[in-house]
């Protein structure tokens, strides 16, 4: 039976790196990866398909920025932070009634002025932006680091009047 020395090592060791970092790159290069695009004219809205959900509970209401052509979602009531929705896959724009919003798979129609609550995350795409997919910056809120909420489900909807 022949023994292993310390010198047998180093040329199963690179193999074996070299596998890893196959692994590695194939899982960075996977279909699965997040996808983000841009949907619809006025209102524009983002949509991603990620694999794995954010589980923080997010709530506020829907507005519209006319300038941007975009919808956020601020403190009921106005006033404070907003941030950019990032909608689960296959959601549409919708204008009704002259009121901008979205319709959501499983959920329905959310139109400005209505309440959302969601889980999801944030995110600050000013800093870190998504890879494959140009956001227009006017879509993201002002300031350094441009938030956005990425929802994974919406839970509930609050109508306005």
């Not at 699965?32 to 209102?43: L, Q, R």
């Not at 800093?127 to 494959?132: E, I, M, V």
Request: hydrophobic share 35%; net charge neutral; charged share 15%.
């Amino acid at each position: 039976m022949r023994q292993h020395s310390s010198r047998d090592v180093p040329t199963i060791y690179p193999v074996g790196v070299v596998i890893a970092l196959l692994f590695a790159l194939m899982a960075c290069t996977n279909s699965s990866a997040p996808k983000v695009t841009i949907t619809g004219t006025d209102p524009l809205i983002i949509v991603q398909r990620f694999t794995g959900a954010h589980e923080a509970l997010l709530f506020g209401t829907l507005t519209y920025e006319a300038g941007s052509k975009c919808l956020r979602i601020g403190p009921a009531g106005g006033g404070g932070q907003s941030a950019t929705p990032v909608w689960p896959s296959d959601t549409r724009p919708v204008l009704i009634g002259g009121k901008r919003g979205v319709d959501v798979p499983d959920v329905g129609t959310i139109l400005e002025g209505d309440g959302v609550k969601a889980e999801g995350g944030g995110s600050t795409w000013r800093k870190n932006p998504p890879s494959g997919v140009a956001i227009p910056d006017n879509c993201l809120p002002p300031g350094p680091d441009g938030t956005v909420m990425i929802i994974s489900e919406v839970i509930a909807v609050t109508r306005s009047g």
